[in-house]
């Protein structure tokens, strides 16, 4: 089974942090993405990327940023976070273009 | 028009009965389609994947693809209170440039005891 381990389960930070979100999977996934879930708006994308130190963005890329340096590791990065940017922060892989994604287990960040 | 679409619901259902959700895309190249379930406060899990016209069963549930419809349906057939969860529907899609997967706004599915 495919397995994608998000770093903290939840998170509370302070408005103007700089925040971290990890995410690393096992199964030597070429694709990596990160979404934001809020009530009401569904799954957006934020970024992804295709290969190691290739990055995308999604439809959403505003006040985030990302790094993959390695295949296994995405990490997501919040430069100054803000109150708006509490949601639900979900990372996912896939094998390729048609195969289905694979979520971690979620980190609900919250901005105070 | 939305890239995926679904009913939002609640769509509430007697247990043991059929359970029928749907979701149409506008996308007409799509080659790949997904089932997933969320939990409240969990991740989206896989349930179905489905590539080709027709029906693929597993177990409880059965994904219908209609590609001169546009729409895809799951079937779950004995439904089970541990069935209520909001359901996503996930589309490979090529519109605007880059293949990529866009999700429906999910239907939120309540199965009575």
């Known amino acids: 089974d495919v397995k994608v381990t998000q770093s903290s389960r939840y998170l509370v930070k302070r408005t103007g942090e700089k925040v971290f979100l990890e995410c690393v999977q096992d199964m030597d996934h070429e694709n990596m993405f990160w979404y934001r879930q809020d009530p009401g708006l569904g799954l957006r994308l934020i970024y992804f990327s295709y290969d190691v130190k290739m990055k995308e963005k999604g439809d959403i890329p505003e006040g985030y940023s990302v790094s993959r340096e390695k295949k296994e590791r995405f990490s997501l990065i919040l430069e100054s976070a803000s109150t708006n940017q509490t949601s639900m922060y979900l990372c996912?892989?896939?094998?390729?273009?048609?195969?289905?994604?694979?979520f971690g287990n979620g980190t609900r960040l919250t901005v105070t | 028009q939305k890239e995926v679409e679904q009913n939002s619901g609640p769509l509430s259902v007697p247990e043991g009965a059929i359970a029928s959700l749907n979701c149409t895309y506008s996308?007409?190249?799509?080659?790949?389609f997904f089932w997933y379930r969320q939990y409240s406060g969990k991740s989206p899990e896989l349930i179905m994947s489905i590539y080709s016209n027709g029906d693929k069963e597993d177990g409880r549930f059965t994904a219908q693809l209609n590609k001169a419809s546009q729409y895809v349906s799951l079937l779950i057939r004995d439904s089970q209170p541990s069935d209520s969860a909001t359901y996503l529907c996930?589309?490979?899609?090529?519109?605007?440039?880059?293949?990529?997967?866009?999700f429906g706004q999910g239907t939120r599915l309540t199965i009575n005891p």
């Open positions: 996930a589309v490979t899609t090529s519109l605007q440039g880059a293949q990529k997967l866009v």
């Open positions: 996912a892989s896939r094998r390729d273009l048609g195969s289905p994604l694979h």
């Open positions: 996308d007409r190249g799509s080659q790949s």
